[in-house]
Structure formats: C-alpha cells, structure tokens
T-cell receptor, first 117, second 115 residues
Framework: AQKITQTQPGMFVQEKEAVTLDCTYD???????LFWYKQPSSGEMIFLIY??????QNATEGRYSLNFQKARKSANLVISASQLGDSAMYFC??????????????FGSGTQLTVLP | DADVTQTPRNRITKTGKRIMLECSQT?????MYWYRQDPGLGLRLIYY???????NKGEISDGYSVSRQAQAKFSLSLESAIPNQTALYFC??????????????FGPGTRLTVL
C-alpha cells in the first residue's frame, strides 16, 4: 500500500486565490512527522512546513498552512493568496521513526501547481 | 553561499563508467542522505549516514556505494553506471539536535544521464 498518496497530479489556481493540495498517509506508528516540499522547475527541493503527529495545532508558515486531520490521516497543504512564483511541484513526505530505514522520508508522487495570472 | 552543495550539477556518462557525486554542507548537521528522483515520481532513499562511522542502506541501494569522508562530506558512487540510473540525485542533511522534526534540507541536485 502507498504510504503517501497525492491524488492530484496537476492543479490550477488563479493568482491571489487560495489553493489546497491533498495528501493522505498510511502508518500504524503513533509517532510520525509530515513535511511538505516545493520543487520549482529549477529542480531544487525547498522545505515548506512540518507537522508532528502529536502537535495540537495545525502548522503555519507565512502563506502556508497544513490542514492536519489525524483521524482521516490527511495532511493537506493550503497556500493562501497564490503568487506566480508558487508554480511548482509540491511533495508531501512522511517520516516514521521505526520504519525499516529509521527516520527515512517517504515521498508522495507530487502535485504540479500552476498559478494563472 | 548555499548550505548544501552538490558537484557536479550535471553529468553525462557512458554505460560501465564509474561515477562519483559529491555533497558538502556547511550547516553543521551530523546526518546526511542520498536520494534519487525519477521523472514523475517522488524521491527514494539510496543511503544515509548518521555520523562519520555510521552508513546505512536505504530503499534502493543496489548498484550504489557511499563514503562519508568527514562530517561535512558525503559521496555517492556508481561503480558501473547503467542507463536506468539516469535520474536527478539529491543530497540532504538533517540535525540530530533538531528535536522531533529532524527536517531534511536538500542540495540543488545533480542531473545524471547514463548513455
């Protein structure tokens, strides 16, 4: 079974509007971390936001927020007030402390976001 | 200057050649990782190292080897490159003292093409 599922291969959003990128995960471990990374067309991987499984509050970093619904095993990324520079591939990733490769990040297949002017 | 650097940034080589990709970091992190990314896919872990004397295989280590020459340097070698090793390779680092987050920070990537 996929550990991280991103069901939206591509998304479009109008500039200045908000957009939600979906991510669901599968783990039986009570302690885990969820990450979102941005990959622009230039190729680098940029860390955006982190949510721990025991965190009581949803994580926020500037225009990025994470809608964490633990019971539904979802960790959706919300980008508010989209900008043209937000056009990129976005990856959701999970870290489990006791997986076969300790503290390995498992990545989803990504969502390509295009912001329209 | 970038905190995590990778050399070379691009490399084209032929089947059977030995290739070394190098990663250096100035973040002072103890943990280093090598990933590969294939088109349309997420990243997959090749090897990771929690300190100079600790090397571990990841999900897809076959055909690869690594060397942790110092805390700040972690090299990935392809002993005999084959075309299906054509991919984008990333080095990443994280900090043991970063608490529960253990956030990984990535280098700019090396685009490797094996002909």
């Amino acid at each position: 079974a996929q550990k991280i599922t991103q069901t939206q291969p591509g998304m479009f959003v109008q500039e200045k509007e908000a957009v939600t990128l979906d991510c669901t995960y599968d783990t039986s471990d009570p302690s885990y971390g969820l990450f979102w990374y941005k990959q622009p067309s230039s190729g680098e991987m940029i860390f955006l936001i982190y949510q721990g499984s025991y965190d009581q509050q949803n994580a926020t970093e500037g225009r990025y927020s994470l809608n964490f619904q633990k019971a539904r095993k979802s960790a959706n990324l919300v980008i508010s007030a989209s900008q043209l520079g937000d056009s990129a591939m976005y990856f959701c990733a999970m870290r489990e402390p006791y997986s076969g490769s300790a503290r390995q990040l498992t990545f989803g297949s990504g969502t390509q976001l295009t912001v329209l002017p | 200057d970038a905190d995590v650097t990778q050399t070379p940034r691009n490399r084209i080589t032929k089947t059977g050649k030995r290739i070394m990709l190098e990663c250096s970091q100035t973040k002072g992190h103890d943990r280093m990782y090598w990933y590969r990314q294939d088109p349309g896919l997420g990243l997959r872990l090749i090897y990771y190292s929690f300190d100079v004397k600790d090397i571990n295989k990841g999900e897809i280590s076959d055909g690869y080897s690594v060397s942790r020459q110092a805390q700040a340097k972690f090299s990935l070698s392809l002993e005999s490159a084959i075309p299906n090793q054509t991919a984008l390779y990333f080095c990443a680092t994280s900090d043991r003292t970063g608490g529960n987050t253990d956030t990984q920070y990535f280098g700019p990537g090396t685009r490797l093409t094996v002909l």
